[in-house]
C-alpha cells in the first residue's frame, strides 16, 4: 500500500484492516474531538497534523487497507512529544505534512529531543519526527527544507511566549 495512505490512516490511528470511507470519517471525528484545542493544549497543532491526512484520504475516496501489520499510533506519539517541547525556550516548531520539524537553538534540549522520539538530519541540521513505518525507498532526489516546505505546505508552531518569558 501507498506508504502517504498508511501514514495517513495511522495518524487518525487506524491500523490492521480494511477501511471504508466511513470508517475513515468516524477516525477523523474522533480524533478532532480528543485533540480539540479547548480539551488539549498541544490540539491546535494536531488538529493540522489530522486535517492534513483527513483531507489525503478524503480526496482518494476509496476503501483503504493496512497490510502493514500494526503501526504506532502517531498521533499519540506526535502529541506527547509537541506536548513536551512546546515550551522549551529557543526551538522553532514547523509542521510539513505529516512531519515535525524542529530548529532554532536545538543543541540545548537535544536529550529531549532524542527522547520524545525526534531523529536529527545532519543534512538540514535539523530534528524530524515522521510516522513510524516510514521508509526511503531506492536513490531518489534529496529535498532541501524549502522545496519540502513547498511540495507539502508548512505552518509554524506558535508558541506561547508569555510563559517562555517567565522562565
Not at 3 to 16: A, D, H, M
Not at 40 to 66: C, R, Y
Not at 81 to 102: K, M, N, P, S, Y
Request: glycine share 8%.
Amino acid at each position: 500500500m501507498n506508504t502517504k495512505i498508511s501514514q495517513s490512516l495511522s495518524i487518525l490511528g487506524l491500523n490492521g484492516q480494511d477501511f471504508s470511507m466511513k470508517d475513515v470519517k468516524d477516525a477523523y471525528k474522533k480524533s478532532m474531538l480528543k485533540y480539540h484545542p479547548d480539551i488539549n493544549p498541544s490540539g491546535h497543532k494536531m488538529a493540522q497534523v489530522i486535517n492534513a491526512a483527513w483531507d489525503f484520504l478524503k480526496a482518494l475516496e476509496a476503501p483503504f487497507s493496512t497490510n502493514e501489520g500494526q503501526q504506532e499510533n502517531y498521533t499519540g506519539q506526535l502529541s506527547d512529544a509537541l506536548a513536551a517541547i512546546l515550551d522549551l525556550v529557543g526551538l522553532e516548531i514547523e509542521i510539513c505534512g505529516t512531519w515535525v520539524w524542529v530548529s532554532g537553538d536545538t543543541k540545548t534540549h537535544k536529550d529531549i529531543l532524542k527522547e520524545q522520539g525526534f531523529r536529527y538530519h545532519g543534512g538540514k541540521k535539523m530534528w524530524y519526527m515522521a510516522p513510524a513505518g516510514y521508509v526511503r525507498k531506492g536513490k531518489r532526489k534529496s529535498y532541501s527544507h524549502d522545496e519540502i516546505k513547498k511540495k507539502y505546505g508548512s505552518q509554524k508552531v506558535q508558541r506561547n511566549y508569555r510563559k517562555a518569558i517567565g522562565q
